[in-house]
């Protein structure tokens, strides 16, 4: 059943959906009055609802009872180093379908992409995009993209990983067993490269856990989603 995202200060039992969603209801998907759709508010509740009037960008429905599902825990965050070209749009895709709570883009030194203005929007509607299509009823956040220290310094608390290829890492699996009761997961990604030394030893400081994802290097996109699918794996 095709479904739309639909703001939570509009959700009532009579509701409008405007704007973009229902350009999409209306224009693309060609629904009719009569017909029923699903509706999602991005903080885990969904409802069926019957359309009752459609305009060009202003549909009526009407919500039949809700369900709220409980978030996953621990609800994972992804913090990564911007890649090239269009993979951002591949990891935000990815990263929705997987359950990923929270998506921090990051410039590093060695980041090669320095993002203008609206690609945090752009990121943001690929998400909702994702959520719409792979039946995820909790919209993760998108940030703006922030530098690597000033984010490092006001970063969560909980379990804190940073993918490494430096000698020492631990294996992932035996690092997240050993922090199961955790409430939130950060996964830190660097860019292609890795990250510097320095930005390495301040991520550590930090109380980042150094962790290897195999025996070989892994572009930033592949990190990014094998270790939230670990982490998935590990607690669902």
């Known amino acids: 059943m095709p479904r739309f995202f639909l703001s939570p200060d509009s959700w009532n039992e009579e509701a409008w959906l405007t704007g973009d969603e229902a350009k999409h209801l209306s224009q693309v998907m060609r629904i009719r009055a009569g017909e029923t759709v699903i509706v999602f508010d991005g903080g885990g509740r969904r409802a069926d609802a019957v359309v009752k009037e459609v305009a060009r960008d202003r549909v009526r429905l009407t919500l039949e009872e809700s369900i709220t599902l409980p978030r996953m825990r621990p609800a994972m965050i992804l913090a990564v180093a911007i890649p090239k070209g269009k ?14 709570a929270a ?26 995009e994702a959520c719409k299509q792979c039946g995820a009823d909790f919209l993760p956040e998108v940030a703006e993209p922030m530098d690597f220290q000033p984010w490092l310094t006001s970063s969560t608390e909980g379990l804190r990983l940073i993918a490494s290829l430096a000698p ?41 856990l150094p962790v290897t994802l195999g025996p070989t290097v892994l572009r930033t996109e592949t990190a990014a989603l094998f270790a939230l699918s670990a982490l998935r794996y590990e607690f669902a």
């Open 87 to 100: 993979t951002m749009d591949l990891v935000v895709q990815k990263a929705v379908e997987l359950g990923v």
């Open 103 to 128: 998506i921090q883009p990051l410039v590093t030194r060695r980041t090669i992409v320095q993002p203008g203005d609206g690609k945090a929007d752009k990121w943001r509607r690929v998400a909702l």
């Open 168 to 208: 020492g890492a631990k294996p992932m699996r035996e690092t997240v067993r050993a922090a199961a009761d955790s409430h939130t997961a950060t996964v830190l990604v660097g860019p292609e490269g890795d990250f510097t030394p320095e930005e390495t030893a301040a991520a550590l400081e930090s109380g980042f």
